[in-house]
C-alpha cells in the first residue's frame, strides 16, 4: 500500500479513478442512465459533469441498447468508453453490441482492431426491489469469450480495477454492488491499476479455503472473524477478476488448507461458484481432505417480501453455518 493512502468509501474510489484517469486521458468518457443522480449512482460519478462536461459524462435517456451501441461504436472509432447501468438487470436490453460485437471484434480482426470499452453493471439487492431489480448476471458474461469480468470487493480495487478496466484494449464487464458503497479502506491517492486476472488471499488460514468475490468477500472475512473464536482458522481467497479466473491462486490455497468452499452472489447452477468446484475437482482432486462445497443464492427470483429476502441472501452467518457442518465444528 502507497505511503499517502487515507481512508475512502469504495464508491467514492471510483469517483476518484474517474477524475484521475478523465483528467489523464480526454478519450476516456462515460455514458448511461443517472450519472448526475446520487440515487442511482451513489457518489461515484459525483462533480464528474461539472468538471468535464456534458459532453464527457453523457446522462442518456432510458434506452440501453442504443447508449450500449455508442459505446462501443465509440470505443471502436478510438475513445475509452464506460457504459453505466445502474441496474444490472436492465443492461440485458444492451447485448447485442456486447456480446456480438464487441466480444468478438479483436478476434474477427486478427488482432489489428480493439474495443476499450467498460460495460458498468450495478447489482442491487433487497429494498422489496423484486425479482427484475435484482439480479447478478455475472456468471452470464464470463461465459461469453472475449470478454473479461471484474469484481471488485475492496476501496482500493474498486479504483484499480476501474482504472485497469478502462485501460484495457479489449471490453471489460465491471461488476459493482450497492452494498459495497459505504464500505471504507485505505487508497493510494495517486493514479494505479490492479492487475485484471490476479486474486488475492485477504486471509491467510489452515483449516479450509473460501473462494469468493465482490460483495461476499467481505462476508467472509467477517465469517473468518466468527469462526476464529471457535478455533477454526479459514483462508480467504478474494478472485477480484472472474474472468480470466486465476487459476493458479486458487490451486495453491486449496492445496495448502485441502478444503474448499467456493462462495458465490449469483445463482447456484451454471454459476461461477460451479466452475470453482470444477477446478479444483480436475486440478486438486488429490488433495482434498473433504467434499467441495459451494454456496450460493438459491434456483430461484429474489422475492419482493422483506421477510422472505433475508433467508434468499448470503450472510456471514450462513457462512459461518456451512463451513463449520463441513469441519464437523459445533
Known sequence: MSSNSRSLKYSRAINEAFVQLMTADPSVFIIGQGVKS????????????????????????VSENAMTGAAVGAAI???????VHPRMDFALYGLDPVINEAANWHYMFGGAA????????IINRKGEQGAQHSQALHAMFAQIPGLKVVAPATPYDAKGLMVAAINDPNPVIFVDDRWLYDFEDDVPEELYESEIGKAQVLKQGTDLTIVTSSYLT????KAAAILADSGVDVEVLDLRTIKPLDVPAILASVRSTGRLLAIDGGWRSFGVAAEIV??????????????????????LPAP?????????????????EVVKSMLNVN
Do not use: N
Open 218 to 221: 467481505q462476508e467472509s472475512l
Open 304 to 320: 419482493a417480501s422483506r421477510s422472505l429476502e433475508d433467508p434468499y441472501y448470503i450472510t456471514s452467518e450462513s457462512i459461518v
Open 38 to 61: 446520487p440515487w442511482y449512482v451513489g457518489q461515484t460519478c459525483a462533480g464528474l459533469i461539472d468538471q468535464f462536461g456534458e459532453t464527457r459524462v453523457i446522462d442518456t435517456p
Open 114 to 121: 480493439s474495443v476499450p470499452v467498460v460495460v458498468w453493471g
Open 77 to 83: 472509432a478510438g475513445m475509452k468508453a464506460v457504459s
Open 278 to 299: 470444477a477446478v479444483v475437482s480436475e486440478e486438486a482432486f488429490e488433495v482434498l481432505k473433504s467434499p467441495v462445497r459451494r454456496l450460493t443464492l438459491p434456483d
